[in-house]
């Protein structure tokens, strides 16, 4: 089973001065023997985002552990 990290840039978010950041907003991420099961698995999981209007949805693939506790 593969994994997979879904992700748009297809949005912002605001620094405390309320000044406008574009960024990539990370969606969520998926389970599957290939990157189209892991894309239905992830928006059965995220079913909530059909709400949305993200029209860009980028994914990448992750093996292992890919989170760290990183500071700036």
């Not at 969520?28 to 985002?49: P, T, V």
């Amino acid at each position: 089973m593969k994994s997979f990290l879904f992700f748009t840039n297809e949005g912002f978010t605001q620094d405390p001065n309320h000044k406008e950041i574009p960024n990539m907003q990370i969606l969520g991420s998926g389970d599957g023997n290939n990157i189209l099961e892991a894309f239905k698995n992830f928006k059965h999981n995220q079913s909530y985002l059909s709400k949305f209007s993200f029209k860009e949805v980028i994914a990448l693939e992750y093996i292992g552990d890919f989170i760290r506790p990183l500071e700036l």
